[in-house]
Every structure is written in structure tokens, then in C-alpha cells.
């Protein structure tokens, strides 16, 4: 496999101990798992009834991704699958993400799980979920 390395004008110009060591940590040659993202990105914003979550999972499949909604917690998991190899091609450098990713958070109300709607469209997970209303209230009488 060949490595692809990021010219940097000034190396030449310096001597330093260490540059060979920071050009071994910037080279793309670590294994995916190493790369692997530490969380997936999202974006969360409400109003006065629901909840609007946009998730990025860049490479998943919309079957690949699964969404579970418990109380006021929302977990997302996905796959990221690694795509099969043309014959006749040759892999230069790897540094595309495969495998799996989960995300979990809670939010401030219960969600109405019976309306929550989903949408997967380029490599975004859009969810809409609406918040469970808030039992009233009452005052007992005491007897």
C-alpha cells in the first residue's frame, strides 16, 4: 500500500529531533479502526411540541441503521459497510470509517414514541420526535 504524506515546506528549513516522529503520526497509513469517528455529529433543536434530531452517519445504508426511543432516551446505532473491491484494482490508501457507530442521550421531556417519524436521506438521519404530554396535575383531598 502507498502512502500518501502531506508536503510541508518548512521541515527543510529547521532541524529538529523530532520531525520524522510528527511525520509518523500524520501519515494516513493507521488501520480504519484507529481512525475510527469518536461519536457521530448531531444537531438537536426543539419547540414547543417535539423534538428535531439530525445525525450524521456518513457511508451507512438507510437498513443499516436502527433508532430506539425509551422514555426521554434516544440510542442510534449504525453499520458502516465496507464496500466490495473492483477486480483489477489496486487499494493506494484506506482511510474511509467501516463499522459500526452508536450514539445514546437523553432529553429534557419524554418522547410520544407512537409518533416519532424517521427519514435517512444522503448519509443524514432526520428524526421528529414529538413530546409525550405531561400528565395534569390534581389535589387531593384529605379525608
Same mark, same amino acid.
Given at each position: #500500500?502507498?502512502?500518501? +504524506?502531506?508536503?510541508?515546506?518548512?521541515?527543510?528549513?529547521?532541524?529538529?529531533? !523530532?520531525?520524522? !516522529?510528527?511525520? !509518523?503520526?500524520?501519515? &494516513?497509513?493507521?488501520?480504519?479502526? #484507529?481512525?475510527?469517528?469518536?461519536? #457521530?455529529?448531531?444537531?438537536?433543536?426543539?419547540?414547543?411540541?417535539?423534538?428535531?434530531?439530525?445525525?450524521?452517519? &456518513?457511508?451507512?445504508?438507510?437498513?443499516?441503521?436502527?433508532?430506539?426511543?425509551?422514555?426521554?432516551?434516544?440510542?442510534?446505532? *449504525?453499520?458502516?459497510?465496507?464496500?466490495?473491491? +473492483?477486480?483489477?484494482?489496486?487499494?493506494?490508501?484506506?482511510?474511509?470509517?467501516?463499522?459500526?457507530? *452508536?450514539?445514546?442521550?437523553?432529553?429534557?421531556?419524554?418522547?410520544?414514541?407512537?409518533? *416519532?417519524? *424517521?427519514?435517512?436521506?444522503?448519509?443524514?438521519?432526520?428524526?421528529?420526535? &414529538?413530546?409525550?404530554?405531561?400528565?395534569?396535575?390534581?389535589?387531593?383531598?384529605?379525608?
Amino acid at each position: #500500500m502507498s502512502a500518501l +504524506t502531506r508536503y510541508e515546506p518548512f521541515d527543510d528549513l529547521f532541524t529538529d529531533p !523530532f520531525r520524522e !516522529f510528527r511525520r !509518523f503520526l500524520r501519515t &494516513p497509513d493507521w488501520p480504519a479502526a #484507529m481512525r475510527a469517528p469518536s461519536e #457521530m455529529r448531531l444537531d438537536v433543536t426543539e419547540n414547543d411540541r417535539e423534538y428535531v434530531v439530525k445525525a450524521e452517519i &456518513p457511508g451507512a445504508k438507510k437498513e443499516d441503521v436502527s433508532v430506539k426511543i425509551d422514555g426521554n432516551t434516544v440510542s442510534i446505532t *449504525a453499520e458502516v459497510k465496507e464496500e466490495k473491491e +473492483t477486480k483489477g484494482e489496486r487499494v493506494l490508501t484506506r482511510e474511509r470509517y467501516y463499522g459500526s457507530l *452508536a450514539r445514546a442521550f437523553s432529553l429534557a421531556h419524554e418522547i410520544n414514541d407512537k409518533e *416519532a417519524q *424517521a427519514k435517512f436521506d444522503n448519509g443524514v438521519l432526520s428524526l421528529t420526535l &414529538p413530546k409525550r404530554a405531561q400528565a395534569k396535575g390534581t389535589t387531593l383531598a384529605i379525608g
